[in-house]
């Protein structure tokens, strides 16, 4: 079945550090993918997302590239800031097969020292 | 605006009583979602909905369960056969059936401690 890994965490960054978080995947087919971010105490909320191979997804400064032939879609941002502590997911959805929503990484929990 | 409302955020219940978590939205989407969140893991869904009077098992529904009487609500209950319900309960929906590049669009959670 399908299956995301994310790199472990807890993350500690200096604020204005770069940033990178390790998602591989595993699917079937041609996946979307995504990354979540939730802040302490709240839901989940869409980060950026990519539909196919090469695509680039972006926001707030946060980017992941769709890269198909190493299965890899690992978020980056240049210089983090303290409000982007939180913990961050990524998943997949598969189309057709199934008719079940998302396959979650574990997460992983970034905090930015000021 | 539109989203998904879940209440309480927090509930507390003593072992051996059911209780239910609401989640209700008005983005007019067809498919609904519950997912448990546990601490340092992922989500794990436990039931879903693509339709009213429709609904399927998760990865882990045992001890829990679900109605879908109206396209708005998509209540969770927890029963007492579930064994350790102590979890963040976090329901979410999409447009429909072939939203699968759609995102999920997430309430804000149901902390529930059983003791």
């Known amino acids: 079945g399908d299956s995301v890994t994310q790199m472990e965490g807890p993350v500690t960054l200096s604020e204005e550090a770069f940033l990178t978080i390790n998602c591989t995947y595993t699917?079937?087919?041609?996946?979307?993918l995504f990354w979540y971010v939730q802040y302490p105490g709240e839901g989940l909320q869409l980060l950026l997302k990519?539909?196919?191979?090469?695509d680039k997804g972006s926001n707030k400064g946060f980017e992941a590239t769709y890269r198909k032939e190493t299965t890899s879609f690992h978020l980056e941002k240049g210089s983090v800031q303290v409000s982007d502590s939180a913990v961050y997911f990524c998943?997949?959805?598969?189309?057709?097969?199934?008719?079940?929503?998302?396959?979650f990484g574990s997460g992983t929990q970034l905090t930015v020292l000021p | 605006d539109g989203g998904i409302t879940q209440s309480p955020k927090y509930l507390f219940r003593k072992e051996g009583q059911n209780v239910t978590l609401s989640c209700e939205q008005n983005?007019?989407?067809?498919?609904m979602y519950w997912y448990r969140q546990d601490p340092g893991q992922g989500l794990r869904l436990i039931y879903y909905s693509q339709i009213v009077n429709d609904f399927q098992k998760g990865d882990i529904a045992e001890g829990y369960s679900v109605s879908r009487e109206k396209k708005e609500s998509f209540p969770l209950t927890v029963t007492s056969a579930q064994k350790n319900p102590t979890a963040f309960y976090l329901c979410?929906?999409?447009?429909?059936?072939?939203?699968?590049?759609?995102?999920?669009?997430f309430g804000n959670g149901t902390r529930l401690t059983v003791t």
């Open positions: 998943a997949l959805s598969e189309a057709g097969g199934s008719a079940r929503q998302l396959t």
């Open positions: 699917a079937t087919g041609y996946p979307s």
């Open positions: 983005l007019n989407h067809d498919a």
């Open positions: 979410a929906s999409t447009p429909g059936q072939n939203s699968y590049n759609s995102p999920l669009h």
């Open positions: 990519a539909t196919k191979a090469d």
